[in-house]
């Protein structure tokens, strides 16, 4: 069965870093596009960045480009969020995501909380 497993959340201060990370397994993880998603408190869940199959090409949310990179290694099935410059309002609970099949599979999250 599918699963994602994030790791690397945590409590940092604005302007800090942190790397969350994605472990997957169940699916051919070297075929199909990754992406990561938040939720605040009170909002509905959006999309903060995607990356292709091959790592080729990456897309990200406006309010997280120029500070946020996606990066995936296929080898560990595995998939990254670099996040810099941290703000107070990308505090959030983070979620790994993959659509197989038409099916779209999340991990359990990661909380990120940025204090000011």
């Known amino acids: 069965q599918v699963q994602l497993v994030e790791s690397g959340g945590g409590l940092v201060q604005r302007g800090g870093s942190l790397r969350l990370s994605c472990a997957a397994s169940?699916?051919?993880?070297?075929?199909?596009?990754m992406s990561w998603y938040r939720q605040a408190p009170g909002k509905e869940r959006e999309l903060v960045a995607t990356?292709?199959?091959?790592?080729?090409?990456?897309n990200y949310a406006d309010s997280v480009k120029g500070r946020f990179t996606i990066s995936r290694d296929n080898a560990k099935n595995t998939v990254y969020l670099q996040m810099n410059s941290l703000k107070s309002e990308d505090t959030a609970v983070y979620y790994c995501n993959a659509r197989v099949f038409t099916v779209n599979y999340w991990g359990q999250g990661t909380q990120v909380t940025v204090s000011s």
């Open positions: 169940g699916f051919t993880f070297s075929r199909y596009v």
């Open positions: 990356i292709t199959s091959t790592g080729g090409t990456t």
